[in-house]
Nanobody, 124 residues
Framework: QVQLVESGGGLVQAGGSLRLACAGSGRGVTSYTTGWFRQAPGKEREFVTG????????VYVDAVKGQFTIFRDSVKNTVYLQMNSLKPEDTAVYYCAVRLGGDNWYAEGEYAYWGQGTQVTVSS
């Protein structure tokens, strides 16, 4: 069993930065492929970025390349999402999720465990 808790969300002005954390309990979250998703108001939840259990591979959607960075700290059993140069369109609830198998980053159904989400609001 893996339990995930996100933190680090908040209100920030455009151009600012936030660092989200996804802390795992139970089996180490950093042992698994972990993804960050977001759901903006009135929109479907979408994949944003992910990192493999080894940490050797990361993937980003085009909209956040060069702006967001995913990384992990195995000692703290935490996966982080560093978000820089934030824009109003980055406003969303951000979720982390752990995938136990499969190979489709974008497929929510392949993620077995989800956190409760953390709100990120970027003001213009």
């Amino acid at each position: 069993q893996v339990q995930l808790v996100e933190s680090g969300g908040g209100l920030v002005q455009a151009g600012g930065s936030l660092r989200l954390a996804c802390a795992g309990s139970g089996r180490g979250v950093t042992s698994y492929t972990t993804g960050w998703f977001r759901q903006a108001p009135g929109k479907e939840r979408e994949f944003v970025t992910g990192i493999t259990g080894t940490g050797h591979s990361t993937v980003y959607v085009d909209a956040v390349k060069g702006q967001f960075t995913i990384f992990r700290d195995s000692v703290k059993n935490t996966v982080y999402l560093q978000m820089n140069s934030l824009k109003p369109e980055d406003t969303a609830v951000y979720y982390c999720a752990v995938r136990l198998g499969g190979d489709n980053w974008y497929a929510e159904g392949e993620y077995a465990y989800w956190g409760q989400g953390t709100q990120v609001t970027v003001s213009s």
